[in-house]
Nanobody, 111 residues
Framework: QVQLVESGGGLVQAGGSLRLSCAAS????????ANWYRQAPGKQREWVAT???????NYADSVKGRFTISRDSAKRSVYLQMNSLKPEDTAVYYC?????WGQGTQVTVSS
């Protein structure tokens, strides 16, 4: 059983930055794509970004140019650097890989 644990969420003003982390209990990110999703209140969960084991990345249009996904295999972790945050980025952010979900971390961006 793989566990994914997110951290780094919080309250930030619009234009600010946060860095989310997702720590895995095993080496899952070395073999499977790592993904960030988010779910805002009253909305469906949406995909945010992906990084492959080969370090290829892809982003949703809504975050492209502002968010950066990265990983550290040695630390079994994946990160999401979020810059120029907007109120519409407010959501619970989830880490996902190979059918495993983290518990989520809340990001709130005030205007």
């Amino acid at each position: 059983q793989v566990q994914l644990v997110e951290s780094g969420g919080g309250l930030v003003q619009a234009g600010g930055s946060l860095r989310l982390s997702c720590a895995a209990s095993g080496s899952i990110f070395s073999f499977y794509n790592a993904n960030w999703y988010r779910q805002a209140p009253g909305k469906q969960r949406e995909w945010v970004a992906t990084i492959t084991p080969g370090d290829s990345t892809n982003y949703a249009d809504s975050v492209k140019g502002r968010f950066t996904i990265s990983r550290d295999s040695a630390k079994r972790s994946v990160y999401l650097q979020m810059n120029s945050l907007k109120p519409e980025d407010t959501a619970v952010y989830y880490c996902y890989a190979n059918h495993y979900w983290g518990q989520g971390t809340q990001v709130t961006v005030s205007s």
